[in-house]
C-alpha cells in the first residue's frame, strides 16, 4: 500500500511541472479517489464515470509521455527501430542534433 500523494511524486518529479505544458490535455491527477493506493493499472484511455463509482485515483500524463527526453513513447518508439538521431524539431531531447 502507498499514499496517493507519494505515489504522484514520482511522476511529478520524472515529468516536471506539467500545469502548463499541454494547456488543451490536463496532466497529472484527474480524479481524486481514496488516500490509500493498493492497487496500480496502467491503460490508454479511461472513463471518468467508472473511478467516480469506485473511489479509485484517476492520474493521466497525455504529451509528456509522448515528449519525455528519455521515458517517452516517441524516443522509445526510435530506439526500438534502430533509427539514429531525432527530428529537429525537439529541441529538448539530448539525442537531437544540436549546431554548435
Known amino acids: 500500500?502507498?499514499?496517493?500523494?507519494?505515489?504522484?511524486?514520482?511522476?511529478?518529479?520524472?515529468?516536471?511541472?506539467?500545469?502548463?505544458?499541454?494547456p488543451h490535455m490536463p496532466n497529472g491527477l484527474q480524479v481524486r479517489g481514496r488516500e490509500e493506493v493498493k492497487l496500480l493499472a496502467t491503460g490508454v484511455s479511461a472513463s471518468l464515470r467508472f473511478p467516480f463509482e469506485h473511489e479509485l485515483s484517476l492520474i493521466a500524463y497525455h504529451y509528456l509521455l509522448d515528449s519525455h527526453p528519455e521515458v517517452g513513447?516517441?524516443?522509445?518508439?526510435?530506439?526500438?527501430?534502430?533509427?539514429?538521431?531525432?527530428?529537429?524539431?525537439?529541441?529538448?531531447?539530448?539525442?537531437?542534433?544540436?549546431?554548435?
Open 73 to 100: 513513447h516517441n524516443v522509445r518508439n526510435i530506439e526500438g527501430l534502430q533509427a539514429e538521431g531525432c527530428i529537429e524539431t525537439c529541441p529538448e531531447c539530448p539525442r537531437a542534433p544540436h549546431p554548435e
Open 1 to 22: 500500500m502507498v499514499i496517493l500523494g507519494d505515489l504522484m511524486a514520482f511522476p511529478n518529479d520524472l515529468m516536471g511541472d506539467v500545469g502548463d505544458k499541454d
